[in-house]
């Protein structure tokens, strides 16, 4: 079984857990935003704060998807990656 790898992702208060649903929100962007993310085929699945990732997933594609979710203003305040 391969490693896991992880970027953590903090939302805005609006989308926010509890409440909000995070990543997971019913929002018609953050479905487009989730429908990209799967589209790499290192991405494992989506929860409303994180997105697992292969282990074995290349440090640029990592970079690349840190900077999507960064530019993703309107969704998410902060991007980590464990």
Excluded: N
Excluded at 34 to 50: F, G, Q, T, W
Excluded at 68 to 76: G, K, N, S, Y
Aim: charged share 30%; proline share 5%; glycine share 4%.
């Amino acid at each position: 079984m391969s490693e896991v790898r992880a970027i953590r992702v903090q939302c805005r208060r609006e989308f926010a857990l509890p409440d909000g649903q995070g990543l997971l929100t019913a929002d018609p962007r953050a479905r487009t935003l989730r429908k990209v993310l799967v589209s790499y085929p290192e991405v494992r699945h989506i929860r409303p704060d994180r997105i697992s990732l292969d282990g074995s997933v290349d440090a640029r594609t990592i970079d690349t998807v840190v900077r999507f979710l960064e530019r993703q203003h309107w969704l998410v305040a902060a991007v980590a990656v464990e």
